[in-house]
């Protein structure tokens, strides 16, 4: 994470019409105070409440005035595929003309083109394209992101992806999370030895790069990876000391999101197939199921609904799933409103979700929050309240953006 800003991390917001604290000191979902100010030193959160009961000692911090505007965290997207080469705008027409995406998929488009075009792709080619991603993320108040690997599908490009991430953690004004996904799906030199393919993932990619990553996360859904392969790649992963993830139950219902309630997973992800009792074993094992709207918006698809999770105390949160094939979005107050718009979400559960949740999914329990030693990551509307993000769902609705108490 670069930033360039000379105040070293130090911050005093004064004038917030409405502070969205996420913390459970203050009442309501998202911990509201109001006619607030908050104060930042070294990149952390000090001091949050009513700005007529601001200490003193805090007077010698360099000021921002918001001037009435509202103030939350930083967004969380904790599930994306930023980093890729190739356009499927084609593919894109052909939905829309009617063709299925398995049929796409057939006939070598779909992710097998994303792959083709992320192999030839120089690490170069990668970054630049993948930074201009992220900035515009970050103009929309993403302060942490989720970067999958996973379309190279061997070892020299999963490799090349990965030290991707990596330069763009170092680059850009976001803390960029690395997760290895080379069980994305089977590439086709190995569609008839399977076997063989798993095991090139967990006895070569994994030893070779379980270093440039925190998550292992597999594709466990119908055309992609079994329950069992998915379980070996995952325990695998667990003793590379790779956190487990999964892309669980999105097409058909076939044990992954069990899976990963067996695995404790930190997230399963999708999950628009999964079961009520698959749904109270994620509670039980304190997995975040991650939402994914942008995809059902792109592809037509029927919304998963969040009462059934929330009904069954599952932790939410809502992330872009931003890839160049079923979900190209990037901006996470777009994501907060087709949530409330099309999913039935309340304002507030969709802001929480957005940044607590995500935090959480994450494992980042510092983020996601503005309460006295959270990381200082925050987002100033242009607007007064949070209601604004889908009451004006073009997603122009963020003014200024502070990451780790510097404004970038």
């Known amino acids: ?62 000021e921002l005035d918001v001037a009435g505007r509202a103030v939350l965290p930083g967004f969380v997207d904790a599930h ?38 992320t192999r030839a792709a120089t690490a170069d080619d990668l970054a630049g394209s993948a930074r201009r991603r992220l900035t515009q993320m970050l103009a929309a108040g993403t302060t942490t992101v989720e970067v999958k690997s996973g379309y190279g599908l061997d070892l020299d490009t999963e490799r090349r992806m990965l030290e991707v991430v990596a330069q763009l953690d170092r680059d850009v004004a976001v803390d960029v999370v690395p997760t290895f996904l080379a069980a994305h799906v089977v590439p086709p030199e190995w569609r008839d030895d399977r076997a063989g393919y798993v095991r090139l993932v967990v006895d070569e990619m994994l030893p070779a790069l379980a270093a440039s990553a925190r ?28 956190e487990p993830r999964l892309h669980a139950d999105q097409l058909a219902h076939t044990g992954a999101a069990a899976l990963a309630a067996e695995m404790k997973a930190a997230s399963a992800d999708h999950l628009d197939r999964a079961s009520p009792v698959d ?10 199921a ?50 409330c718009l099309n999913m039935g979400m309340t304002p507030a559960a969709a802001v929480w979700s957005a940044t607590r949740g995500g935090a959480l999914a994450l494992r ?20 007064p309240s949070h209601l604004h993000i889908p009451y004006r769902p073009d997603g122009d609705v963020v003014c200024k953006v502070v990451k780790s108490g510097r404004v970038v």
């Open 215 to 242: 998550f292992c996360d597999v594709f466990c859904d119908e055309g992609a990876f079994t329950v069992e392969e998915a379980r070996l790649i995952l325990d695998a992963g667990k003793r590379h000391g790779l």
């Open 1 to 62: 994470m670069s930033t360039d800003d000379p105040t070293g991390g130090d911050l005093l917001v004064r004038g917030i019409g409405e502070l969205a604290t996420n913390d459970n000191a203050h009442p309501g979902t998202l911990g509201v105070i109001e006619t607030a100010a908050m104060a930042m030193r070294d990149g952390r959160v000090v001091w949050t409440g009513p700005e007529t009961d601001l200490p003193a000692g805090l007077g010698d911090l360099p």
């Open 80 to 117: 994306t595929h930023v980093v890729f080469a190739g356009d499927r705008s084609d593919e894109f027409a052909r939905r829309l003309a009617g063709e299925s995406y398995e049929q796409i998929m057939a006939s070598g488009g779909g992710i097998m083109s994303t792959v083709a075009a």
């Open 364 to 383: 980042e329990p510092d983020k996601g929050w503005l309460g006295r030693g959270a990381v200082a990551d925050a987002v100033v509307l242009d607007a």
């Open 290 to 339: 991650v939402l994914l709207p942008g995809v059902s918006f792109t592809m037509r698809l029927p919304y998963p609904d969040p009462a059934r999770f929330a009904a069954a105390g599952v932790t939410l949160a809502l992330a872009t799933d931003a890839n160049p094939g079923t979900s190209y979005v990037l901006t996470m107050p777009f994501i907060i409103a087709l949530a």
């Open 279 to 288: 749904l109270g074993a994620l509670a039980e094992a304190g997995t975040v």
